[in-house]
């Protein structure tokens, strides 16, 4: 079993910046890559980023590219996502989550299947 636990979210004003941390504890050893997804009221979860935990090769979302970073720290398991020049629209809440099974290519990581742990998520608010 892995938890996953996020902190960082809450209310910021458009253009200002969040950084959301996840931080993993339990059977953490096999971890090969950890996500980060959003999902707006009404819309579904969507991808935003990811990173191999061995190597550290990141992939991101078009509309996040050049804002967001995904970073990870493996001493501490602990996952981050700085965000920058924030929108209205990105406005959600952010999840986390763990591939403990096997490694995929990084694309394949836009994928919610190829995670198998979620934490409960951290809401992020931009106001205009």
């Known amino acids: 079993q892995v938890q996953l636990v996020e902190s960082g979210g809450g209310l910021v004003q458009a253009g200002g910046s969040l950084r959301l941390s996840c931080a993993a504890s339990?059977?953490?050893?096999?971890?090969?890559?950890m996500g980060w997804f959003r999902q707006a009221p009404g819309k579904e979860r969507e991808f935003v980023a990811a990173?191999?935990?061995?190597?550290?090769?990141?992939y991101s979302t078009d509309s996040v590219k050049g804002r967001f970073t995904i970073s990870r720290d493996s001493a501490e398991n602990t996952v981050y996502l700085q965000m920058n020049s924030l929108k209205p629209e990105d406005t959600a809440v952010y999840y986390c989550?763990?591939?403990?099974?096997?490694?995929?290519?990084?694309?394949?990581?836009?994928?919610?299947?190829?995670?198998?742990?979620w934490g409960q998520g951290t809401q992020v608010t931009v106001s205009s």
């Open positions: 989550a763990a591939d403990v099974t096997r490694e995929y290519f990084l694309a394949a990581y836009r994928s919610p299947d190829t995670y198998d742990y």
């Open positions: 339990g059977r953490t050893f096999n971890t090969y890559a």
């Open positions: 990173i191999r935990w061995s190597g550290g090769n990141t």
